[in-house]
Nanobody, 117 residues
Framework: EVQVVESGGGSVPTGGSLRLSCTAS????????VVWYRQKPGEECLMVST???????YFTDFVEGRVAISFDNTKTTEYLWLSSLTPEDTAVYHC???????????WGQGTQVTVSA
C-alpha cells in the first residue's frame, strides 16, 4: 500500500515562501490524484489543490496565484510551492492520494506552516 507523508513546513514572515513535500513510500504517485489540504485550529479541513494523474491542477481561490505544483523525476514526491504568505495561511498542511475527502486532515500529522505578521 502506498502511503504519503508531508514535510517542509516552518515559520516564515509575511511575504515569505515555502516548499512543502508530499512523499510516497511503498510506491509512487503515478496514476493517482494528489490533494493538498490545510486546517487551522478549530476549523474545518479545506482543500488547497488537487492534481490529476495527467498533471492537471486546480487551486482553491484563497491560494490562486500564490501556489504552484511540481514533481520530482520519479514522481515519488509532489511539491507544493507557497509564496506571498500571510498570517491567514498559518495552518497544518496535509496531502493525500485519491479523491478529495473532508476527513483527510485526520489521516496524518501534516506539516505546520506558521506565518508571522
Amino acid at each position: 500500500e502506498v502511503q504519503v507523508v508531508e514535510s517542509g513546513g516552518g515559520s516564515v514572515p509575511t511575504g515569505g515562501s515555502l516548499r512543502l513535500s508530499c512523499t510516497a513510500s511503498g510506491g509512487t504517485l503515478h496514476g493517482s490524484n494528489v490533494v493538498w489540504y490545510r486546517q487551522k485550529p478549530g476549523e474545518e479541513c479545506l482543500m488547497v489543490s488537487t492534481t490529476s494523474p495527467g498533471g492537471q491542477t486546480y487551486f482553491t481561490d484563497f491560494v490562486e496565484g500564490r501556489v504552484a505544483i511540481s514533481f520530482d523525476n520519479t514522481k515519488t514526491t509532489e511539491y507544493l510551492w507557497l509564496s506571498s504568505l500571510t498570517p491567514e495561511d498559518t495552518a497544518v498542511y496535509h496531502c493525500a492520494m485519491g479523491n478529495p475527502n473532508i476527513y483527510a486532515c485526520s489521516w496524518g500529522q501534516g506539516t505546520q506552516v506558521t506565518v508571522s505578521a
